[in-house]
């Protein structure tokens, strides 16, 4: 045995091993520190004119995930002539809010759809802004409610463009608060191909099924959607189940069977065919019908969107792309796609 290699060099050398065993394991738990919630401390917060106030939840970070629900629970007081002696003992933010204007509190409970699944990520905030009468004064407020996530999903929430005017009616404080950011259980997330669509594809009404395996629907779920067609849904169901989904002037597409869990599972992809104007889940001559009588119709048209009375149908669902008109595109899908039918 060499002198670089006697028995006190070994153990040393055993030694830094288990160290950086630990470290190396200590890492590890340091990544899985972000979490499915986090609680952002509000305390001392002012909801005053023309300030901004954002507070972190940092150490803690969320883990990624397609959607997120901020709830806040504060405690406010007023400060200054008019505000500090009409709210002197601290009251919920909510009935403060409800007060200055009916249904405004539900901007501390907002659900937030992160369509790519991936951090960083910021939430346009929700706005609550008016005019009311205290006091024979006619008070003007307005305040933005926002969360963010940086890419290490550290959370943010900021209270911004605050107005409470004219200035000397005081501000408020939150005394105690926290808002709590969660990775909301039971999500799934995918994308659609809208076949053709280059319309909007948030302001489409879709739902996603899941039937068991004697095709009885177990529950369905409404999809929120994107411009571009990703979609989030969430359900109560725990499970595996067979999966469906119904799009409107689509045919239906059955998935296979998913397994919705208390985490969140993403990249669900769905091609859709385009093409049911009368919606009955098959591309058919009655689809053809519908496209030739309201073939040249454009959106300039006063009843683009009134429906037909002997038929329901509206001329807008003749326009399979979502460009604004009927026109020989809109046959090139209907062409393509005949006589397929729905799952
Ligand atoms: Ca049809
Ligand atoms: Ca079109």
């Known amino acids: 045995m060499s ?6 060099t070994l153990e040393l050398t055993l030694k830094d091993l288990r160290w950086k065993a630990v470290i190396g394991i200590m890492g590890i738990g340091c990544a899985s520190l972000a979490q499915s919630q986090v609680v952002v401390n509000l305390n001392g917060v002012r909801v005053q004119h023309g300030r901004n106030e954002t507070r972190s939840s940092s150490p803690n970070a969320l883990a990624p ?9 504060a405690m406010v007081r007023g400060r200054g002539a008019i505000f500090g002696s009409l709210y002197s003992t601290p009251e919920p933010l909510a009935t403060v809010l409800e007060e200055l204007a009916p249904g405004s509190s539900a901007v501390l409970d907002q659900t937030m759809p992160n369509f790519s699944g991936t951090f960083p990520f910021a939430v346009t905030g929700q ?6 009468e205290i006091l024979a004064l006619q008070i003007h407020y307005g305040l933005t409610i926002s969360a963010g996530f940086d890419a290490a999903g550290i959370t943010s929430f900021s209270f911004t463009d605050v107005i409470l005017t004219p200035t000397y009616v005081g501000y408020f404080e939150i005394t105690t608060g926290t808002a709590t950011i969660t990775r909301v259980p039971g999500v799934l997330a995918g ?6 669509f280059t319309g909007d594809a948030s302001t489409l009404k879709g739902e996603f099924e899941l039937r068991d395996n004697g095709g009885a629907l177990v529950e369905k779920a409404a999809l929120l959607l994107d411009p571009t067609g990703r979609f989030v ?20 597409r059955s998935l296979g069977s998913v397994t919705v869990t208390n985490d969140q599972q993403g ?20 689809d053809y019908d519908a496209l030739s009588r309201y073939f040249d119709r454009t ?43 729905g799952d």
Not at 127 to 132: A, D, F, S, Y
Not at 267 to 286: C, E, K, P, Q, S
């Open 3 to 8: 002198d670089r290699l006697s028995p006190g």
């Open 65 to 73: 995930g397609y959607l997120f629900r901020s709830q806040v629970d």
């Open 127 to 132: 706005r609550v802004e008016g005019e009311t």
């Open 191 to 196: 994308t659609l191909d809208l076949d053709g």
């Open 233 to 252: 849904t969430t359900f109560s169901f725990r499970g595996t189940a067979q999966a469906r989904v119904v799009v409107p002037g689509w045919l239906s």
């Open 267 to 286: 990249g669900l992809n769905a091609l859709m065919i385009n093409g049911d104007i009368d919606r009955d889940n098959g591309v058919t001559v009655f």
């Open 299 to 341: 959106s300039a048209d006063a009843d683009w969107r009134t429906p037909d009375l002997s038929d329901g149908i509206a001329p807008f669902r003749a326009d399979l792309d979502g460009d604004g008109s009927v026109s020989v595109f809109d046959y090139d899908i209907l062409s393509r796609n005949f006589d397929l039918q």
